[in-house]
Structures are given as structure tokens and as C-alpha cells.
Nanobody, 122 residues
Framework: QVQPVESGGDLVQAGGSLRLSCAAS????????MGWYRQAPGKQRELVAD???????NYADSVKGRFTIARNNAKNTVYLQMNSLKPEDTAGYYC????????????????WGQGTQVTVSS
């Protein structure tokens, strides 16, 4: 089992930037698809971005052009660079390790981090 640990959440003004980090254990980190999810109060958890072992990325429409996911396999770490933040980006952000993507486009993982809070003030 992989235990991701997130960091980097903070309070930021609208238009600002943050970079989230997720460190994950496991000697085969480089083989994992990794992802970032977020959950706002009263809403379902949603996929923000994911990155395959080969570096292919995928983004939710709401963050395209503003957020960038990247990975450093030497450090067993995945990042989420968030620019032009909006109040609606306010949520708990969760790292998901070893994501499995099914043919119908849904995802599954049993390896979640504890989350880091991002709050964007207007």
C-alpha cells in the first residue's frame, strides 16, 4: 500500500498561485498513475488532474490552462501548480496514488493522502 502525504495548501487571494506537493512511498512510484482530487464542502470529490507513468496529463475542464500537474520520479513526488486561483477553487485537495483508469473513464485507488486545504479569498 502506498501512503501519499500532501503539503502546500494555504490561504491565498484570488488571482494568486500555489504549488501543492505529494510525496508517496514505494519503490515503483515511477510506475504509478498519480492524481489530484478536490472536495469542497457539500460537494462530491472530483478529479482535478492526473498524470501517467509516461507523463501524459489529463485535466478537469474547470482547471485547464490554470493548473499544471508534474512529477519527479527521483523524488517520488507529484506536484500541482495552481495559477490564477479563483474562490471556486477553494477545497480540500487530495493526492491519489496508483490510480487505475477503467475503459469507461472512471478511476479507482485505495491509496489516498490526508488532504491539504486550499482557500482562495475574493
Amino acid at each position: 500500500q502506498v501512503q501519499p502525504v500532501e503539503s502546500g495548501g494555504d490561504l491565498v487571494q484570488a488571482g494568486g498561485s500555489l504549488r501543492l506537493s505529494c510525496a508517496a512511498s514505494g519503490s515503483i512510484f515511477s510506475n504509478y498513475r498519480m492524481g489530484w482530487y478536490r472536495q469542497a464542502p457539500g460537494k462530491q470529490r472530483e478529479l482535478v488532474a492526473d498524470i501517467t507513468s509516461g507523463g501524459t496529463t489529463n485535466y478537469a475542464d474547470s482547471v485547464k490552462g490554470r493548473f499544471t500537474i508534474a512529477r519527479n520520479n527521483a523524488k517520488n513526488t507529484v506536484y500541482l501548480q495552481m495559477n490564477s486561483l479563483k474562490p471556486e477553487d477553494t477545497a480540500g485537495y487530495y493526492c491519489a496514488a496508483n490510480l487505475i483508469r477503467y475503459g469507461n473513464g472512471t478511476y479507482y485507488t485505495a491509496d489516498w493522502g490526508q488532504g491539504t486545504q486550499v482557500t482562495v479569498s475574493s
